[in-house]
């Protein structure tokens, strides 16, 4: 087997010293750290490189902090029209006027309350419906109504199937009684 610079197996370095604190092309560093058991302390070296990918590490991005009552808008880049042609214009992050999330969240869900009435997804139509019944002489049909209703839409992306059942359940309420808050 060839090696690049024509080097067999039994000369290829496995790790080279420092220079400068930066390693050669196809080598990353390995920090130094003291072996616990013995408490020797093994130096900073560079090691072979086994990754496919990159060998030098990705720069982490940080998020830039915004005064209160502004958010991080990320940075971009854009490629403008003109006569001449085509070109990119960078914009850089910047903190803008606005909130994190101003999205409509739905109130605390209590795990098991239908449950208790002998509801579940995973149950046939004829057993689930006979549930809530009881849940609905018990809390009434709104309330059956609005906890079928958010658990159908937070399943949505999680479960399909539950999601279905939930959705047909929920409907099954609205098509069978009148809902309205007393």
Known sequence: ??????LNMSQKKKSVKLKNNKCPR???KRKGYTRKN?????????IRSTSPYSSKPEKRKSRKACPPGKI??????????SSSGSKNIHV???CVKGSVSKLPLIGPL???ELKRFGYSYKLPETVRHHA???????????????KLDAVAKLSA??????????SADRDWIRAHWVLKAF
């Open 157 to 166: 992306t999680k479960n399909k199937q539950a999601h279905m059942v939930f």
């Open 26 to 28: 196809g080598y990353v």
């Open 38 to 46: 013995t408490g020797k302390h093994v130096v900073a070296r560079c």
């Open 72 to 81: 991080p808008r990320a940075s971009y880049t854009r490629r403008v029209l």
């Open 92 to 94: 850089k992050s910047t």
């Open 132 to 146: 809530m019944k009881a849940a609905i002489k018990n809390l009434g049909a709104l309330d059956v109504y609005r």
């Open 1 to 6: 087997m060839e090696f690049p610079l024509g």
């Open 110 to 112: 209590r795990k098991g």
